[in-house]
């Protein structure tokens, strides 16, 4: 008969940061399927945004200064 092989501090250390990584790349891959798929409600608001202030743009009203933008050469191109 041999004598049973016991871990070492070491070895039981090694495996606990295994686990420990394990469990913190779970949480990210959770986090990320979350936010994968919130993407495509974010794209919508973000879309009807964009339309609002178009709309609003077209309606040629007076916007008080400290709203409006200060470069706005990105919308004649």
Do not use: W, Y
């Not at 409600?41 to 879309?47: H, S, Y």
């Not at 202030?53 to 709203?67: A, D, G, M, R």
């Amino acid at each position: 008969m041999g004598i049973a092989e016991v871990p070492t501090v070491s070895e039981t250390s090694n495996v606990e940061d295994d686990q420990e990584q394990l469990e913190k790349l779970r949480l990210l891959k959770l986090k990320m399927e979350d936010n994968i798929a919130t993407l495509p409600k974010v794209l919508e608001r973000m879309n009807e945004s964009v339309a609002q202030c178009e709309k609003l743009e077209s309606l040629n009203v007076n916007i008080h200064p400290i709203f409006r933008r200060k470069d706005q050469s990105f919308l004649t191109s």
